[in-house]
């Protein structure tokens, strides 16, 4: 099977949740020290309007499978697109802090949605020897979207919109939002899920367009998944079976976030300004960060099924604790602040081809045909409620350089990918080649049932 315009554009469009999950997400550090100013807001409520999306993105998370499997993965990504708009246009207008934190949780469902619908989706159309870089496109996408809301950010700041300027900034959302939500009128729904409804005919028109070969052998070989499903499908995904996938899903997300990536991104302006840097030399460097993400995630992607998940995992795991046992120095000694750039840029280039690019792939290739939409929903709740924990918590233990303790955060995070190296190491199995209609032997727990 090769690419063709049908899947590229599928994969393309698909992806765009994840360009929205990126932007939605980072634009508001750029409006962090205004929205700090107007609202009076310690470090513990601070971390409390940046951790509210985040809540929301735990709702989304946990909600999206059940309507992903009755209405399918694009018409449940249509909804996604119209509440990310609602919460772009809401978060604009917002007329108090509750108004604005109520939209931002508002849009962090959208996101949890997203996180799940999109790589399920990509994951269901992708042939098995393409599948780690078209799933990991929707990362790709992410790192787009986060670059594209520093950019933002930092042309916004050049417009002297002055009062008004963290408006513009979160309600700039609705422009990808409105695109992505008209985009998805011209894919066609996923072929397992059509497979699911017993639309075999239609299943089979999407297998021709998207240019599956052996298109029959093909569809028996969904069906049969599709048949074993049925006899189990009310089966729990807590147990003993599936424990393995369970735990590598879990681990996969829970490190992601103790990386300390989205402390970085959703602090990343306020961070330099603690650094001793003004706000348009911190919002061109933010830029810089993002354009780094962006080009190694890139590169993870290309080869990532050469490569395989385990070995890039490991990779980034060295690099980041490196970058960030130097940034914590720079921190707590308050000096060499030049270097802290450089320290960013480094950390990025191995999040960017380590978990950047492995997680939503891995979450999406590990579990079992009959349970994939409970594992993704499983490994999207972990990330997100990490995310959550890390990102309100880190304002309340921040420090300005030079002060005592500034560097502990950054110690932490350098610790955690110390950990990560050697649970991985260890336990995380390579997934690269397998058939998702083989993963389950694959990922059988021996003991279980």
Same mark, same amino acid.
């Given at each position: 099977?090769?690419?063709?315009?049908?899947?590229?554009?599928?994969?393309?469009?698909?992806?765009?949740?994840?360009?929205?999950?990126?932007? #939605?997400?980072?634009?508001?550090?750029?409006?962090?020290? $205004?929205?700090?100013?107007?609202?009076?807001?310690?470090?513990?409520? $601070?971390?409390?309007?940046?951790?509210?999306?985040?809540?929301?993105?735990?709702?989304?998370?946990?909600?999206?499978?059940?309507?992903?499997?009755?209405?399918?993965?694009?018409?449940?990504?249509?909804?996604?697109?119209?509440?990310?708009?609602?919460?772009?246009?809401?978060?604009?207008?917002?007329?108090?802090?509750?108004?604005?934190?109520?939209?931002?949780?508002?849009?962090?469902?959208?996101?949890?949605?997203?996180?799940?619908?999109?790589?399920?989706?990509?994951?269901?159309?992708?042939?098995?020897?393409?599948?780690?870089?078209?799933? &990991?496109?929707?990362?790709?996408?992410?790192?787009?979207?986060?670059?594209?809301?520093?950019?933002?950010?930092?042309?916004?700041?050049?417009?002297?919109?002055?009062?008004?300027?963290?408006?513009?900034?979160?309600?700039?959302?609705?422009?990808?939002?409105?695109?992505?939500?008209?985009?998805?009128?011209?894919?066609?729904?996923?072929?397992?899920?059509?497979?699911?409804?017993?639309?075999?005919?239609?299943?089979?028109?999407?297998?021709?367009?998207?240019?599956?070969?052996?298109?029959?052998?093909?569809?028996?070989?969904?069906?049969?998944?599709?048949?074993?499903?049925?006899?189990?499908?009310?089966?729990?995904?807590?147990?003993?079976?599936?424990?393995?996938?369970?735990?590598?899903?879990?681990?996969?997300?829970?490190?992601? =976030?103790?990386?300390?990536?989205?402390?970085?991104?959703?602090?990343?302006?306020?961070?330099?300004?603690?650094?001793?840097?003004?706000?348009?030399?911190? #919002?061109? $460097?933010?830029?810089?960060?993002?354009?780094?993400?962006?080009?190694?995630?890139?590169?993870?992607?290309?080869?990532?099924?050469?490569? &395989?998940?385990?070995?890039?995992?490991?990779?980034?795991?060295?690099?980041?604790?490196?970058?960030? &046992?130097?940034?914590?120095?720079?921190?707590?000694?308050?000096?060499?602040? #030049?270097?802290?750039?450089?320290?960013?840029?480094?950390?990025?280039?191995?999040?960017?081809?380590? $978990?950047?690019?492995?997680?939503?792939?891995?979450?999406?290739?590990?579990?079992?045909?009959?349970?994939?939409?409970?594992?993704?929903?499983?490994?999207?709740?972990?990330?997100?409620?990490?995310?959550?924990?890390?990102?309100?918590?880190?304002?309340?233990?921040?420090?300005?350089?030079?002060?005592?303790?500034?560097?502990?955060?950054?110690?932490?995070?350098?610790?955690?990918?110390?950990? =990560?190296?050697?649970?991985?190491?260890?336990?995380?199995?390579?997934?690269?080649?397998?058939?998702?209609? #083989?993963?389950?032997?694959?990922?059988?727990?021996?003991?279980?049932?």
């Amino acid at each position: 099977m090769k690419l063709n315009s049908t899947l590229i554009g599928a994969t393309i469009v698909a992806a765009l949740g994840g360009l929205l999950f990126g932007f #939605d997400t980072v634009i508001i550090s750029g409006a962090q020290t $205004q929205l700090k100013e107007i609202f009076q807001l310690d470090g513990f409520m $601070q971390g409390f309007m940046v951790a509210s999306a985040l809540i929301g993105t735990i709702v989304g998370s946990l909600i999206a499978g059940k309507p992903g499997d009755v209405f399918g993965r694009r018409d449940s990504l249509k909804v996604v697109a119209l509440v990310y708009l609602v919460s772009a246009l809401g978060c604009a207008l917002a007329w108090n802090f509750s108004s604005l934190v109520s939209f931002r949780l508002i849009g962090g469902i959208a996101i949890g949605a997203s996180s799940v619908l999109g790589p399920l989706y990509l994951v269901e159309i992708a042939p098995t020897h393409l599948r780690g870089r078209l799933v &990991g496109f929707f990362q790709f996408n992410v790192i787009l979207g986060i670059l594209l809301a520093y950019v933002a950010n930092y042309l916004l700041g050049l417009a002297h919109f002055g009062a008004y300027e963290w408006r513009w900034k979160l309600g700039i959302v609705a422009l990808p939002a409105a695109g992505f939500l008209l985009c998805l009128y011209f894919i066609p729904r996923s072929p397992r899920w059509l497979a699911m409804k017993g639309l075999y005919d239609e299943a089979r028109t999407v297998l021709v367009k998207i240019g599956t070969e052996m298109v029959d052998d093909r569809l028996e070989a969904i069906r049969r998944s599709i048949h074993i499903e049925k006899g189990r499908s009310a089966e729990p995904l807590f147990r003993m079976a599936y424990l393995t996938p369970i735990l590598l899903a879990w681990g996969v997300a829970m490190f992601n =976030q103790l990386t300390g990536i989205n402390a970085l991104l959703y602090y990343l302006n306020p961070i330099f300004t603690m650094a001793g840097f003004d706000k348009v030399s911190g #919002d061109m $460097q933010s830029v810089a960060v993002g354009a780094t993400m962006l080009v190694f995630t890139l590169f993870g992607m290309m080869i990532i099924d050469h490569a &395989g998940r385990r070995l890039l995992l490991l990779a980034g795991s060295v690099g980041m604790a490196v970058a960030l &046992g130097g940034v914590a120095m720079v921190f707590n000694t308050g000096t060499h602040k #030049d270097l802290l750039i450089w320290l960013l840029l480094f950390y990025m280039v191995f999040f960017s081809f380590g $978990q950047g690019a492995v997680i939503w792939v891995y979450i999406s290739e590990v579990f079992p045909n009959a349970v994939r939409g409970k594992g993704q929903t499983l490994g999207s709740f972990t990330h997100w409620f990490m995310a959550a924990v890390v990102s309100w918590t880190f304002p309340v233990f921040a420090r300005n350089a030079g002060e005592p303790g500034a560097g502990v955060p950054f110690y932490f995070f350098a610790a955690m990918m110390v950990l =990560q190296f050697f649970v991985v190491w260890k336990f995380f199995p390579e997934t690269k080649g397998i058939a998702l209609e #083989d993963m389950e032997e694959a990922m059988k727990t021996p003991g279980g049932h």
